[in-house]
């Protein structure tokens, strides 16, 4: 069984995660993309991220954002740091309304040609 799926990065266990195309013969960065669903259009504030555990860090996110899983508006670029499970937040510059968000991994923090991710999900503020 494939543990590194992408249902995990949304199961709230920061033990499980995601690994783009994990293979023998594995694409390299900036050609994965993982698009995630929010089953509405809702407000958001920004993102929170946890790296993985080990190696596979992503040095820069590209987070993209629809309403209708088509038409796609980038909202930048964004490091994260090299650092394990521990939460990291990226604020937007001002709220969106999307349904779907698609994490475009940019560069890593390593040699490795696949990124991986435990844990994301994004946040509203009251």
């Known amino acids: 069984m494939n543990s590194r799926l ?9 033990a499980t995660y995601w690994i783009a195309r994990y293979s023998t013969e594995p694409t390299d960065y900036p050609q994965h ?13 920004g993102f929170i991220v946890h790296q993985k555990e080990g190696d596979r860090k992503i040095k820069e ?9 088509s038409s796609w ?5 964004y490091p994260l740091n090299n650092i394990d499970l521990l939460k ?3 604020d937007l510059p001002q709220q ?3 349904r779907y968000f698609k994490l475009v991994p940019q560069s890593g923090h390593d040699s490795q040609k696949q990124p991986g991710l435990a844990e994301v999900g994004a946040f509203r503020m009251e």
């Not at 992408?6 to 920061?14: E, K, M, V």
């Not at 996110?61 to 899983?69: E, P, R, T």
């Not at 508006?73 to 670029?77: F, K, M």
Request: proline share 0%; no cysteine.
């Open 61 to 69: 996110l590209q987070v993209q954002v629809s309403k209708d899983n």
């Open 6 to 14: 992408a249902a995990r990065l949304i199961d709230n266990n920061t």
């Open 96 to 98: 969106k309304e999307f």
């Open 88 to 90: 990291q937040y990226i």
């Open 73 to 77: 508006e980038t909202l930048g670029s």
């Open 33 to 45: 993309w993982i698009t995630v669903d929010m089953g509405a259009v809702s407000k958001v504030n």
